[in-house]
């Protein structure tokens, strides 16, 4: 029976005849990325063949479709189409939704990337309050720590709301959302619910910075949604796929805005504006819990229960209202 070798990992010897790359995957419990549920309509679980190419079944008519359009060798495959006759080396060659996204961004628009092309996008951008001044107290060591912790946390959310992580600059991120052509309301949902993973992430590192380096870690977030260039930018030995133009300054802007807002997430109008953009009643608490948190660190004393409840009731309206207009 075929034997199939995962490189550098591990090899399942046994394996039913016939069975895809996808199967052997799933049925050995081997983490391999399939969004379209197998129906060769994705291509996140694509693979390489390292060795036996000729002990898989060939290409079908729509794998074939998928491999032109984007520029593929032979040895790239689709798990999910490819069934095994024979011994076969693989490479999974994606682990994560950054990945899918670059890669996309490469091969979909790869030509006209490199000239610059007009996407309209929500660009989430965030910052951690005060940080260069909290951390002139640390040894840089110490800082690349912290902001890895960080990035490792707040990213996340981004990542897992198909979002696309342009760069980080300083302690700030700024990141994109709609790259894989959603609609703008899936785009600037999934901005917003980034945002809120990112603070309840935030949240729960910050009494481990506090403790350890006596950092205290708040962040500000602004989105914004409107038309970028993305484009490959850079030296021709050095570019990098990025987003440009007003609506990332508005972003950056806004974010600026959430300090004398006292708080941790602004929106524009452009974003609140996308009809039914489906932020559920969850989200809603979530922020509210996020706000009182924010408030009571801003306002201090001046927080009384009195403002708390005031607050509370404003809030209460406005998120009545967005889940009415999401709804209906
Ligand atoms: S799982 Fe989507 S193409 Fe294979």
């Not at 419990?29 to 060795?51: E, F, K, N």
Request: some cysteine; glycine content about 8%.
């Amino acid at each position: 029976m075929p034997k199939v070798t995962y490189f550098h990992e591990i090899t399942f010897e046994d394996i039913p005849e016939g069975q895809t790359l996808l199967d052997v995957s799933i049925h050995h419990r081997i983490p391999h990325l399939h969004q379209c549920g197998g129906q060769a309509r994705c291509t996140t679980c694509r693979i390489q063949i390292l060795d036996g190419l000729s002990n898989v079944s060939p290409p079908s008519p729509l794998e074939k479709k998928v491999a032109s359009e984007r520029g593929w060798d032979e040895f790239t495959r689709l798990a999910c189409q490819t069934h095994v006759h024979g011994d076969v080396v693989v490479r999974r060659l994606l682990d994560n939704s950054q990945d899918i996204i670059v890669l996309d961004l490469e091969e979909l628009h790869g030509g006209s990337a490199g000239e610059g092309k007009e996407l309209d996008l929500a660009v989430l951008f965030s910052d951690i309050r005060d940080f260069t001044t909290h951390s002139e107290q640390n040894l840089p060591y110490d800082i690349v720590h912290m902001l890895n912790r960080y990035f490792t946390a707040a990213a996340e959310p981004v990542l897992n709301n198909n979002g696309f992580i342009d760069k980080y600059i300083g302690d700030g991120i700024l990141a994109a959302f709609g790259t894989r052509d959603e609609s703008p309301e899936t785009a600037c949902r999934n901005a917003v619910r980034a945002a809120l993973g990112m603070l309840e992430a935030a949240r729960r590192l910050a009494p481990t910075l506090e403790q350890q380096f006596h950092v205290p870690l708040h962040i500000g977030i602004g989105i914004h949604f409107g038309t970028v260039i993305l484009g490959r930018i850079g030296h021709p030995g050095k570019r990098q796929i990025t987003v440009i133009g007003d609506t990332v300054n508005t972003a950056s802007r806004i974010e600026s805005m959430t300090k004398e807002f006292a708080t941790p997430i602004l929106l524009s109008d452009s974003v609140v504006s996308q009809q039914g953009y489906g932020v559920s009643r969850i989200d809603y608490d979530k922020l509210l819990r996020v706000l009182i948190g924010t408030l009571e660190e801003f306002l201090a004393e001046e927080f009384t229960p009195e403002v708390q409840h005031a607050w509370r009731t404003v809030y209460g309206m406005i998120a009545e209202t967005m889940i009415e207009a999401a709804e209906n």
